[in-house]
T-cell receptor, first 113, second 116 residues
Framework: GENVEQHPSTLSVQEGDSAVIKCTYS??????FPWYKQELGKGPQLIID?????GEKKDQRIAVTLNKTAKHFSLHITETQPEDSAVYFC????????????FGTGTRLKVLA | DGGITQSPKYLFRKEGQNVTLSCEQN?????MYWYRQDPGQGLRLIYY???????QKGDIAEGYSVSREKKESFPLTVTSAQKNPTAFYLC???????????????FGPGTRLTVT
């Protein structure tokens, strides 16, 4: 069935280093892949997204890459800062009859000062 | 949180009682969603609505009910039939349910429900 796998579940990096989070989706018909940042006790915030007709998208220190053939996409955060510490979720939008978003299980990122 | 409000932030109920969680948006979005989030897990879809007076069950709809009488409101009722209701509940909305290439989904601040 529809599934999104996300790795790793936790990630610790030194301030200034890069962080990479990877997700794999199951339905080749999926065409939209957002990334969310969730801080403790708050709702997820959309930080970047990518559509299936694009291979890479950048927004300042964050970027997302998509490999449609392998059905995986990744979030890259460069020059990490303590305020980047949060839980990050990937998602894939499925359009099989109706529009649904399937989420990964999240990655807890800790940026160590 | 992008014009989506959820109230209250914390809610406590006794087992056996129904409880309704509020979700309001002023973004003029057609589609609205309810998710449940448990520790260490992703977001699981409870119900969603693509248009007023219409809604569909998500992956974990048992023990929940919704209504969509107004475009801006999508309340969720957690019934006594829900076996494990304690969780963090998130409401979201999008312009349309994927129509015309406008896929972005935005979340409210969430309601933490505790049932004892």
């Amino acid at each position: 069935g529809e599934n999104v796998e996300q790795h790793p579940s936790t990630l610790s990096v030194q301030e200034g280093d890069s962080a990479v989070i990877k997700c794999t989706y199951s339905d080749s018909a999926s065409n939209y892949f957002p990334w969310y940042k969730q801080e403790l006790g708050k709702g997820p915030q959309l930080i970047i997204d990518i559509r299936s007709n694009v291979g890479e998208k950048k927004d300042q220190r964050i970027a997302v890459t998509l490999n449609k053939t392998a059905k995986h996409f990744s979030l890259h955060i460069t020059e990490t800062q303590p305020e980047d510490s949060a839980v990050y979720f990937c998602a894939a939008m499925y359009t099989s009859g109706t529009y649904k978003y399937i989420f990964g299980t999240g990655t807890r990122l800790k940026v160590l000062a | 949180d992008g014009g989506i409000t959820q109230s209250p932030k914390y809610l406590f109920r006794k087992e056996g009682q129904n409880v309704t969680l509020s979700c309001e948006q002023n973004l003029n979005h057609d589609a609205m969603y309810w998710y449940r989030q448990d520790p260490g897990q992703g977001l699981r879809l409870i119900y969603y609505s693509q248009i007023v007076n219409d809604f569909q069950k998500g992956d974990i709809a048992e023990g929940y009910s919704v209504s969509r009488e107004k475009k801006e409101s999508f309340p969720l009722t957690v019934t006594s039939a829900q076996k494990n209701p304690t969780a963090f509940y998130l409401c979201a909305s999008s312009i349309q349910a994927g129509g015309r290439g406008q896929y972005e989904q935005y979340f409210g601040p969430g309601t933490r429900l505790t049932v004892t």
